[in-house]
């Protein structure tokens, strides 16, 4: 029997409205399945975003293509035409006269792959003068030349081109135009011609040495006009400078 003020074992405990009610087994798996739908949910949202992500990037790398391709496109357009021509002939006048200074005789040894018979490597020897590394070295050189050039102006047809006013240490002064038909603009034109002619050698320089190496018949047509478009609109393409 249980003592004074003893409570009973099976007396009721007071209940109290603020005290939650006891979570049963089926209340707990119902809270867990809850929060692994929502777990489904935010990774379903991730999946669903991720290929929009990677459209974004597709498209940003798309217009930044296009931009460019606009930005050269509009900085060719903005080139020179009679600059840009002149350059790409002088060139070839330049190279081919430093050519024909060369002893067609001299020769350049290249090496070959091919062995001789004792194991030693074959020698390959080729004229000097239209070698890949002669043209090479003259090609390095050639745009310092653009000082001897200026602007000038046919007093026939009115067509203006830069050619050679000064005249070369072995040749014949009887060959050059008027000076009166040169319009002579200090140092500016000179630059803008050296830079021409500098950006003309960087576009093409194995297409000129390909060119000049073969000794083609027409190298200011296949350079200037065909290969590039430097003097596609020109009429004077294969007149000397």
Not at 84 to 108: H, N, R
Not at 222 to 236: A, G, I, Q, T
Request: glycine content about 4%; some cysteine.
């Amino acid at each position: 029997m249980p003592g004074p003020g003893a409570v009973p074992l099976d007396a009721g405990v007071p209940f109290d409205p603020a005290d939650p009610p006891a979570a049963s087994a089926p209340t707990l798996f119902a809270c867990e399945k809850s929060s692994f739908a929502h777990q489904s949910q935010r990774n379903s949202a991730v999946t669903v975003y991720q290929p929009k992500v990677i459209d974004m990037a597709s498209w940003i790398i798309q217009v930044t293509v296009m931009v460019l391709s606009v930005f050269s496109s509009s900085s060719h357009g903005k080139r020179d035409k009679v600059l840009y021509c002149s350059a790409c002939k002088a060139i070839v006048d330049e190279l081919t006269y430093s050519i024909s200074q060369v002893d067609p005789k001299k020769t350049i040894n290249i090496g070959s792959f091919r062995l001789n018979p004792d194991g030693t490597m074959k020698d390959k020897k080729v004229p000097l003068a239209r070698s890949e590394t002669h043209l090479s070295e003259l090609l390095d050189e050639v745009c310092n030349s653009m000082s001897d050039y200026a602007l000038h102006v046919d007093p026939k047809t009115q067509h203006k081109q830069y050619m050679r006013f000064a005249p070369r240490s072995s040749g014949s002064t009887s060959d050059f135009p008027d000076f009166k038909n040169f319009q002579f603009d200090g140092p500016e034109a000179s630059n803008a011609l050296k830079f021409a002619c500098e950006t003309v050698v960087e576009e093409l320089e194995d297409d000129i040495i390909s060119a000049i190496s073969q000794d083609l018949e027409d190298v200011h047509e296949e350079l200037c006009n065909r290969v590039s478009d430097y003097c596609k609109d020109s009429s004077h393409t294969n007149e000397e400078l």
